[in-house]
């Protein structure tokens, strides 16, 4: 499950911004040397994250309680959205283009970029931490 959703969120993320090229959407800017290891590194943590919330057989009778899922849940949904505008092309994103104008999403947005992108890993790693420090564990029967 971890491979499979973790494909995902890379697919997710990196098709729509262009840095894996396709024909339906492009960029203005080229893609930055550190985007490709922020997808990665995306991908792995978003992967783990959605595992942790699979459960199979005797481990699916208790139900979690809110606040166990909430706050992972809304962080590893905010990494993943703050990838997004990190490794997006500046001038391509419509909100920053709206918001500052081509010079300003070049000029002030584009700098900015990889302070998003370590805040988006960092999210994603509070969120799977979370989740990991409140699973429980017991020992297995070999």
Request: aromatic share 8%.
């Amino acid at each position: 499950m971890a491979v499979l959703s973790g494909l995902a969120i890379a697919v997710l993320v990196a098709l729509p911004t262009a840095v894996i090229p396709n024909p339906v959407f492009g960029r203005s800017i080229a893609v930055t040397w550190w985007s490709y290891p922020v997808v990665v590194v995306t991908a792995i943590l978003g992967g783990l994250l959605v595992a942790t919330y699979v459960r199979t057989g005797a481990a699916s009778a208790g139900t979690p309680s809110k606040d166990d899922i909430d706050a992972p849940t809304k962080l590893g949904m905010a990494g993943t959205l703050v990838t997004f505008f990190a490794v997006g092309c500046p001038v391509c994103n419509k909100l920053v283009l709206v918001a500052l104008g081509a010079s300003g999403a070049v000029t002030w947005f584009a700098p900015f970029q990889p302070f998003l992108a370590v805040a988006s890993v960092a999210l994603m790693a509070v969120a799977l931490r979370i989740r990991l420090r409140n699973e429980t564990s017991c020992p297995v029967s070999i």
